[in-house]
C-alpha cells in the first residue's frame, strides 16, 4: 500500500512540474486565451493539492527533484514547502535557491 502512495505522490509531483512549464509557456503563447490558463492552473494546483495532503511524503518528493535543479521542481518543492508545515529532516535544509529562470506564478 505504501508503494503505491509513494508512486501517487510522485506522480503528483511531475504532473505539477511538467503542467507548470506548460503553464510558463503559455502566458507567452499568443493563442492561449484566458480561459486555457484558468483551466492549466486548476490542473496544476489539483497536483500541488495531492501533494500538500500526502504533508512530508510530498516534501520528500519535491526535495528530490531539487537535485536538478529546474525551474519547474523549483516551483513544486516551493509551493509545497510555503503552504504547509512540513518539516526539513534528513539534515537537508528547508529553503530554497534560484540560480535558474525565473518563472510566474
Known sequence: M????DSIVQQHAE?????W???NNAIHAPHYALKDLA??????????DGLRIAGDAGWKVCKEGLGQK???EVFAAAIV??????????GGSA???SGGSRGQW
Open 2 to 5: 505504501k508503494q503505491l502512495i
Open 15 to 19: 504532473e505539477a512540474a511538467f503542467l
Open 21 to 23: 512549464l506548460l503553464r
Open 39 to 48: 483551466k492549466l492552473d486548476d490542473r496544476v494546483e489539483t497536483h500541488l
Open 70 to 72: 529546474a525551474a519547474d
Open 81 to 90: 514547502l510555503s503552504s504547509t508545515s512540513v518539516t526539513a529532516k534528513g
Open 95 to 97: 529553503s530554497l535557491e
